[in-house]
């Protein structure tokens, strides 16, 4: 057994070590699927909403905000109000902050009230998945705008929404997670 932290006992080196490797391979395996498939249609589908929702679902498998319920609705709340914030800001055909490199305050609001309102309806829904504060981060900024770019993050979340819990079920040691090995 590991030294003692917190109360926690961390567990014996190698067990967290096949812990590690698993969540490596699984991680890698899916993400490159995502990327693959935008290879193959011609779009940018992994983007960075994808790998705190890989790092949710597969790490934490068990935890409440990492259901498929509440990524879907999570996600889609996120959609709903950085589209809205775009619409209500007038930002639809405004350049992305990374091409403008500069953030006016039209698009600072759409920014802030896209994550505020994510916030608002995934407490509503009893929803929560921090992951979808990213998605709000990305659509609202104009990085994922309305177009390919917008169409390209929705087929990334739709196959790590269905993938990543189906390879978190994989074994070898899937009663072991990463909980069980936590500093």
Do not use: K
């Not at 899916?30 to 249609?41: E, F, R, W």
């Not at 990524?71 to 889609?76: D, E």
């Not at 405004?94 to 698009?107: G, K, M």
């Amino acid at each position: 057994m590991g030294p003692e932290r917190d109360g926690r006992d961390d567990g014996p080196w190698p067990g967290r070590a096949a812990v590690a490797a698993r969540l490596f391979v699984l991680s890698a395996a899916l993400l490159t699927a995502v990327g693959a498939l935008g290879q193959a249609i011609g779009w940018t589908t992994l983007t960075s909403t994808l790998g705190p929702t890989a790092y949710l679902v597969l790490v934490h498998p068990d935890s409440v905000t990492a259901r498929v319920r509440n990524a879907v609705l999570g996600h889609g709340a996120a959609l709903a109000c950085a589209l809205a914030c775009l619409a209500g800001f007038d930002l639809w055909d405004h350049p992305p902050v990374t091409v403008s490199n500069e953030a006016p305050w039209p698009r600072i609001g759409a920014q802030s009230l896209a994550v505020g309102g994510t916030l608002v309806l995934l407490t509503l829904l009893r929803a929560h998945h921090p992951p979808a504060a990213a998605t709000a981060l990305l659509v609202a900024s104009g990085i994922s705008r309305p177009g390919p770019p917008l169409y390209g993050l929705l087929v990334g979340l739709v196959l790590t929404v269905v993938l990543a819990p189906a390879l978190a079920r994989l074994p070898p040691f899937r009663s072991r997670t990463a909980r069980e090995h936590a500093p």
